[in-house]
């Protein structure tokens, strides 16, 4: 898992942000932002600088660009 502040994550999502190279996200039980990648990784996120309304938000963004959002 990598703790990350929210704009960092973004940063380092955003060449992947569409639905070729990522399978789903979700938000888990533990509120850790995860990342499944079509080549069958999986990312694990703590976003440590906002609440989940804010990560919420980055979920239906994904969902508008494609992405399987695992609610």
Not at 3 to 28: G, V, Y
Not at 32 to 52: A, I, L, T
């Amino acid at each position: 898992m990598k703790t990350c502040s929210l704009n960092d994550f973004m940063q380092e999502l955003k060449p992947w942000l569409d639905k070729n190279h990522i399978r789903k996200a979700l938000l888990d039980e533990n509120g850790h932002f995860v990342v499944h990648f079509v080549d069958g990784m999986k990312n694990v996120y703590h976003v440590d600088d906002c609440n989940e309304t804010k990560i919420k938000g980055v979920l239906k963004n994904l969902k508008a660009k494609g992405i399987a959002v695992e609610e």
